[in-house]
């Protein structure tokens, strides 16, 4: 064949190919029902939250501490008088329950089973 013949052979196939995709495009595609119009989402309305009021805070409200009672949580000692340096009058074993009976800064008046003294309140 010549070289001639085959080019226009070349090209009368590719205008077949696109000939049978138009008409598929016209019978089927065209045919085919279009999406609607989307409608446009609403804006959400994000409430703004409310502050959490800090909690009221007051200089002299304090639970009673006379007349509580307790319980030792590691061995104490228990002293004649609210001060590191005092006499020792009894030690507390772990589990030993006591009554507050005052308070002096950092301690407590206490009273035990047999013994009266002071204990630091930082356990």
């Known amino acids: 064949m010549r070289r ?11 205008l077949a190919i696109l000939l049978v995709a138009a008409l598929f495009r016209e019978m ?7 999406p609607g119009p989307t409608a446009s989402p609403e804006a959400t309305l994000i409430p703004t939250p409310t502050p959490t009021p800090a909690p009221m805070l007051s200089k002299v409200f ?17 002293r004649r008088g609210p001060d590191a340096s005092a006499q020792v009058v009894a030690t507390l074993n772990p589990g030993a329950p006591f009554r507050i009976v005052g308070e002096s800064g950092a301690w407590w008046q206490v009273e035990t089973e047999g013994a009266s003294g002071w204990l630091q309140h930082k356990y």
């Not at 089927?28 to 279009?34: E, K, W």
């Not at 304090?62 to 228990?78: D, F, H, Q, R």
């Open 28 to 34: 089927f595609v065209a045919r085919l029902p279009l």
């Open 4 to 14: 001639r013949t085959k080019i226009l052979l070349i090209l009368g196939a590719v």
């Open 62 to 78: 304090e639970l009673p501490i006379e007349g509580a009672a307790g319980y030792a949580s590691v061995s104490m000692k228990l």
